[in-house]
């Protein structure tokens, strides 16, 4: 497709329970971002993967979160034992590789809002 | 890490107005970004700019990277230019976001 695309677009569950969000790349791009806004503040940075391994994870807030992008395009969010303090939206990005130039401009999908209850 | 502070934090305007908004960086930066991200919840890019000057439309924007700040101008504002307007500074990967700018333009 033409721009990154995320899905679901919304996804409510209970508490305990397992999510999976999903994101799509913008075809070419080989960096994805995963990044989550919580309501009245700007996204925070969650994970970035270049091609299939994760190369920075520290924005990940516990072990319950883990991404994964085994091809190096699509990528998956997963969150076990969700709290209700999940509850937020989830943002993907994608970019073009992070080479010698420096050039590394992220562009953003509509995001997956996630009600956990 | 890297701070950002971006002012106003709240603007209401009318339309037809025209706007400064500003951003001051904590460190020196690869990488700044505008977005805005409309009342849908879209971030929408408007300048990659870690420096020098751009303009598109009737938005421009400046980055003075050794003085570490970053300008978004808006003329002639729109109704449609409502949302909160990010400056995004960063590295090769992350990007580092503050609560940005509220705008509403009121016809």
């Known amino acids: 497709g033409a721009g990154v695309s995320q899905t679901p677009s919304n996804k409510v569950t209970e508490k305990g329970k397992y999510v999976e969000l999903r994101c799509d790349p913008i075809s070419g791009h080989t960096a994805l971002y995963w990044y989550r806004q919580s309501l009245g503040q700007g996204p925070e940075f969650l994970i970035y993967f270049q091609g299939t391994g994760a190369a920075d994870d520290s924005g990940l807030p516990n072990d319950r979160f883990f991404a994964v992008r085994p091809e190096g395009s699509v990528s998956t969010l997963k969150i076990q034992r969700t709290e209700r303090g999940d509850s937020a939206v989830y943002l993907c990005?994608?970019?073009?590789?992070?080479?010698?130039?420096?050039?590394?401009?992220?562009?953003f999908g509509p995001g997956t809002r996630l009600t956990v209850l | 890490g890297i701070q950002v502070e971006q002012s106003p934090p709240d603007l209401i305007l009318q339309e037809g107005a025209n706007s400064t908004l500003r951003c001051n960086f904590s460190d020196s930066v690869n990488n700044l970004q505008w977005f805005h991200q409309n009342p849908w919840g879209q971030l929408i890019n408007l300048f990659y700019i870690p420096s020098g000057t751009k303009q598109n439309g009737r938005l421009s924007a400046t980055t003075v990277a050794t003085e570490r700040y970053s300008l978004l101008y808006i003329s002639s504002s729109q109704t449609t230019d409502s949302g909160v307007y990010f400056c995004?500074?960063?590295?090769?990967?992350?990007?580092?976001f503050g609560a940005g700018t509220r705008l509403a333009v009121h016809p």
């Open positions: 995004v500074p960063g590295g090769y990967n992350k990007l580092i």
């Open positions: 990005a994608s970019s073009l590789t992070v080479g010698a130039t420096g050039y590394n401009e992220q562009f």
